[in-house]
């Protein structure tokens, strides 16, 4: 596989700028709402947005489900905030109704670093990521407050954990898809081409 096909959940959040982000790290971009549109794409990136609002309507379209299973299947999937919540498997303090994919052994706290107005920009050093550290922008950002022994820190900012990987999970606090660096982005679509080779033996 040399371009591989990947989803940008479409529901709610910043999804043209990984459509965007994703384009640049030579993958084809789709944007994502429905099972049938799911089941066409190699992999999925969950963006930032409102976490609780991703889940409920991710639930109204039919996504959730096969979402899921995809996940639980080996499908490669990349969250970002919002997303970072979705992959966990345990939210500290989640919302009324509001409901995870799962993925990541991991326990994420919401809104952890602040609300709105209290949003930063910090370098990241990103393992797996060469060269300069990873411009992070934090909006409303949660982080990760403890990981199982499955799930590889891969990043941490202040004393927290900002970004972790489980096998073909990524996540990731901080919005790598809003400052034109598309290392983060080239990360994980190398991890779906390793992933399709891997199939295709």
């Not at 900012?157 to 400052?179: C, D, K, M, W, Y």
């Amino acid at each position: 596989m040399n371009t591989p096909v990947i989803g940008v959940l479409a529901l709610q959040g910043d999804v043209r700028e990984h459509l965007i982000a994703l384009a640049a790290a030579d993958a084809v971009a789709r944007p994502v709402r429905r099972p049938e549109e799911l089941a066409e794409v190699d992999a999925l990136v969950l963006p930032g947005g409102e976490s609780t609002t991703i889940s409920k309507l991710a639930v109204l379209f039919g996504v959730m489900e096969p979402l899921r299973a995809r996940v639980r299947a080996g499908m490669p999937v990349y969250g970002t905030c919002a997303g970072m919540i979705m992959l966990a498997d345990k939210i500290l303090d989640p919302r009324s109704g509001q409901e995870t994919i799962g993925g990541i052994d991991m326990i994420v706290r919401r809104n952890a670093f602040g609300r709105q107005n209290e949003s930063f920009e910090a370098a990241v050093d990103v393992r797996g990521v060469t060269g300069d550290p990873v411009e992070g922008v934090f909006i409303r950002a949660p982080w990760v407050e403890s990981v199982g022994g499955d799930a590889e820190v891969l990043a941490e900012h202040g004393g927290h954990i900002v970004a972790v990987r489980q096998g073909n999970a990524l996540a990731t606090s901080f919005h790598p898809e809003l400052t034109g660096d598309h290392r983060v982005h080239a990360l994980f679509v190398d991890m779906v081409r390793a992933t399709a080779a891997v199939e295709s033996l």
